[in-house]
């Protein structure tokens, strides 16, 4: 069994900037991928970021991409999302999941909240 816990979410005004973690239970080294999704209010859960098996390629969502940036520090075993820039629109329940010996593993969630 693996946990995710993420944190470093908050309310952030327009322009500003977030960087959320996602620490895990288990090696992240032992991933095939990890990821972030987003659920803003009222709408469908999606992906945000992505980084694939050692950090070689990352993608990102249309929406976010120059602004947000995924990584990760294998040696503490944690998922970092930096958020710049911040919209309105990136306001939602931001989720870090990953790929752990074949089986999906997601985190609670951490709510970020972008004001006008």
């Known amino acids: 069994q693996v946990q995710l816990v993420e944190s470093g979410g908050g309310l952030v005004d327009t322009g500003g900037s977030l960087r959320l973690s996602c620490a895990a239970s288990?090696?992240?080294?032992?991933?095939?991928?990890m990821a972030w999704y987003r659920r803003p209010p009222g709408k469908e859960r999606e992906m945000v970021a992505k980084?694939?098996?050692?950090?070689?390629?990352?993608y990102y969502s249309d929406s976010v991409q120059g602004r947000f940036t995924i990584s990760k520090d294998n040696a503490n075993n944690i998922l970092y999302l930096q958020m710049n820039s911040l919209k309105p629109e990136d306001t939602a329940v931001y989720y870090c999941?990953?790929?752990?010996?074949?089986?999906?593993?997601w985190g609670q969630g951490t709510q970020v909240t972008v004001s006008s």
């Open positions: 999941t990953g790929l752990f010996y074949g089986r999906e593993y």
């Open positions: 288990s090696s992240i080294l032992h991933t095939t991928s």
């Open positions: 980084t694939l098996i050692g950090g070689r390629r990352n």
